[in-house]
Structures are given as structure tokens and as C-alpha cells.
């Protein structure tokens, strides 16, 4: 694959070269008003996450789908005579579109690869198979095939200490969550790059996107590699006799982050191909978008790291513990949260820290989201802009009660689904801020006038 992707790169060098600079204003409308609907379309990869979409879909119906169609034209009006910019996309705007699609969809299907993943973990599936091949199996399809598979499960730790006398019919469920699993990351192997193929093969894709597909490609191959190393971990005899056989906390957090830095890229690409240009209509926007985007930054952060740490929730299973709220137990801050040596530990092992660590960051990313919107509601920026603001603080708002109604509920598969999905969907709303956000071209900010002719209405 890569090295296919080497040769047409360097077969199409002279076309990299020579990228178009400048495209008609319609050929721009045609595949910028698309990214309102694509958006929609990688948010809304699972029916478990029906309600956590609830702030994206808000933002892009009415009145804000209007600011957003304007969004998108003016961008490609600005962009269309500009000699400093370059397209992500060679072949014109149906090429665009394509290409747009196509990294639109594959970021819908890692979307719904963490949420199949995250089913798969509340159900208690990833250990029932118990070996790897990196070019995937056929699942047992005779009696005689099962029973084996039923056996190599009943000598893991799993088997042993949590399902004694799980019977086949049983064991088939599980068995099969896995499966699924592992198959839909691999078909999304294949989704991926038989388009990139073609689209190489075309002379679509700039030296510079290549690049970039070709890491997320790396990436996404080795997610499998990092996968098994997890499930591999839950194999392997407990430390001790009281306790349950779990995947380590520290190779679920990788395998998560690696899942979300493959969507989060995937997702920026496809919004950078269909959206070269930042929507600007006026200096004054630009400045007012500037003094948002200081805020977003660090905002993007806080949501980002707790989204990991609630990596370390599921591998700790700390979700089944302390199943009240605020308070942990009787107390707001449990007694043990640093009994482990070295200290470091409990931040990552102990689950009473763990959790309380989980907590506070939320709590955080409540209040800093809620502060952004509130330094931000006079600021003389773009409507699209304040209408992503509003749907991030309510997105959060839904995020914080599904979590809440998690813990309290002992982490049903529904909910617990749907809080690891609305974490993604928080996080799309976050790159689509900053993306939205990004500094004009300096030959785009030569021709703006210092305020908006219209208003967006």
C-alpha cells in the first residue's frame, strides 16, 4: 500500500506543482455547502448516541443552517481569485466533492468503530477470543468449530474467575460482539484504501494530503496491533487471587487515544478539503475570531484530556464504583485516593482516584465551556461561530447528565455507549470551533473590508 502511494505521488509531482489557485464561485458552492450535511452524517454513526447529537443537529437546522450555507459560499467566494491559496484537492470541484465524501465517511466509521468498541467492553466481550491474526478469520461455523473456540475460552482467567458455566449459547454472544468488532475495523482498513487507490491513481490527491492519509492509514493499521496488545493483557493471570481479569487501564487508554487521534484527523482533513477558507466577511470578524480562537484552544484540551481520562474509568472499572453523586460514597473525597506507592500510581490504578480525577475534569470542562460562551456572547464574531459556541455549552450540558445517569445507574451498555459517543460528538463540535476559527490567507485579508456589508440573518 505505501509503497503504491510513494509511486503515484511521485508520478503526479508535476500536477502537486501546478495546483489550481483559483475555481469559479459555484464550483466552490457546490462542495462547501456539503460539510453541514457531512458533519451530520459522522455525528449521527450510532443509534446509541441518538440524543448526544442533539447540539449538532440543533445547530445546523433554521436559522444557523442559513448562516452556515452563507458560511460556506463566502469562504469559496474569497478563495476563488486568490493567489496564495492551495487546495488540499486537484480536478476540480467534483473531485472535491469525492474526496470529501469519502474522508467524511471513513470518519463516520471509526465513529462508529469506538462506539462498537465501547459496546463490546460493557458487554464484557473483548476476551472471548482468545488469539490474533492480523489478516482476520472465519468465524466457527459448525458445532465441531465452536466447541473448540468454547474451549480455548474456558481455559482464560476470564472463563475461570467471572463466567464458570457460561454455557455455548452464551459464549456464541460474546464471541461474536468481538468478532464484529475486530471485522469492522478491518473493513474500514479496506474502505479506506481502495478510494485512496483510486483517487491516487486519478491525480487527485496533493503530495501534501498524501502524506497526511498516508499516516492516518499507518495509524489506522497499527490500531489493530495496539488492539490485540490490549485484549492481550486481559489474558494473563491477575496479579491476585481476589481479583478480576481486566485489560490494563494503560493499554485501553492507548487504544482509545489512538482511535480518537485517527477520527480527530480524519475529520480536520475532510473539513479542510471541502472548507479551504475560514468564513470571513469582514476584518472585525476576523479579530473577533482571533480572541475566540485563545479560548478554544486551551478549552480543546481540557475536553481532550478528559475524554482520555475516562479511558482510565473503563479500564479501572471505576464506573461501578462510588455509584452516587456529588458525594463518593458519604464522603466528597475518599480516604484511599493515594494509598498506592509510588504516588503517580493512583492516578492511572486506583480507582478511587481515578474516578474522582474523572470528576473534577469534567466538572472543569463544564465550567470552562461555559465560560467561553460567556466571554464570547458580545464579541462581534460570525453567526455560524456563536452558533457553535451554543451548541458546544448545550452538547456539554448533555454529556455531564449522561454521565451523571451512568454512575448512578451501575453503567447500563445503553448509556454507557452513549456517554463514551457523546464524548466523540463533544470533541467533533470542538475541532469544528477551531477549524472554523483558523486564520484567513493573507490574500483573502487583503481584499475584506473592515466591517460585514450584510448581516446573516
Known sequence: ????????????????????????????????????????????????AGNSFYGLRSLLKGQNASM?????????????????????????????????????????????????????????SGLSMTDWKFTGEFPPLSDEAWAQEFEKYKQSPEYKR????????????????????????RGLGIMFALPFSYFLRKGYITLRLGVQLSGLFALGAGQGLIGWWMVKSG??????????????????????????????????????????????ESLAWVRG????????????????????????????????????????????IPDNIFEMKPLLRNFFENTATVQL???????????AIGTMWWFTRKLDIHP????????????TAVQVTLGVSTLLSYVPVSLGSAHQAGALTLLTLMLLLNHTLRRPSPSLLKSLPQVAKSNFS
Open 1 to 48: 500500500m505505501f509503497r503504491a502511494v510513494g509511486s503515484a505521488l511521485k508520478r503526479n509531482k508535476e500536477a502537486f506543482n501546478g495546483i489550481a489557485r483559483g475555481f469559479t464561485t459555484s464550483s466552490h458552492r457546490v462542495f462547501t455547502s456539503n460539510i453541514t450535511a457531512a458533519t451530520v452524517t459522522s455525528a449521527s454513526s450510532s443509534s446509541l
Open 68 to 124: 452556515f450555507r452563507k458560511m460556506s459560499t463566502v469562504a469559496s467566494i474569497s478563495s476563488e481569485t486568490k493567489e496564495g491559496l492551495k487546495h488540499l484537492v486537484t480536478g476540480g470541484p467534483q473531485a472535491r466533492k469525492w474526496v470529501g465524501i469519502w474522508l467524511f465517511g471513513s470518519a463516520t466509521w471509526v465513529f462508529s468503530m469506538v462506539v462498537l468498541g465501547g459496546v463490546t467492553r460493557l458487554t464484557r
Open 384 to 395: 455560524a461561530v456563536k452558533a457553535l459556541i451554543g451548541s458546544t455549552v448545550g452538547m
Open 235 to 280: 489474558l494473563e493471570e491477575p496479579p491476585s487471587e481476589y481479583s478480576q481479569p481486566r485489560v490494563s487501564p494503560y493499554r485501553l487508554a492507548a487504544h482509545l487515544t489512538s482511535a480518537f487521534a485517527i477520527y480527530c484527523g480524519l475529520f480536520w482533513t475532510a473539513l479542510s478539503v471541502v472548507m479551504p477558507e475560514p468564513p470571513a
Open 162 to 185: 467471572v463466567n464458570k458455566g457460561m454455557n455455548l449459547e452464551d459464549f456464541k454472544f460474546i464471541y461474536w460482539m468481538e468478532y464484529a468488532h475486530r471485522m469492522w475495523g
Open 357 to 367: 480525577d474523572h470528576r473534577l475534569l469534567a466538572t472543569t470542562t463544564l465550567i
Open 289 to 332: 475570531a482571533a480572541k475566540v480562537k485563545k479560548l478554544a484552544l486551551p478549552v480543546s484540551l481540557i475536553v481532550g484530556i478528559t475524554a482520555i481520562s475516562g479511558a482510565f474509568v473503563a479500564g479501572n472499572d471505576a464506573g461501578r464504583a462510588f455509584n452516587t453523586f456529588p458525594k463518593m460514597g458519604d464522603t466528597w
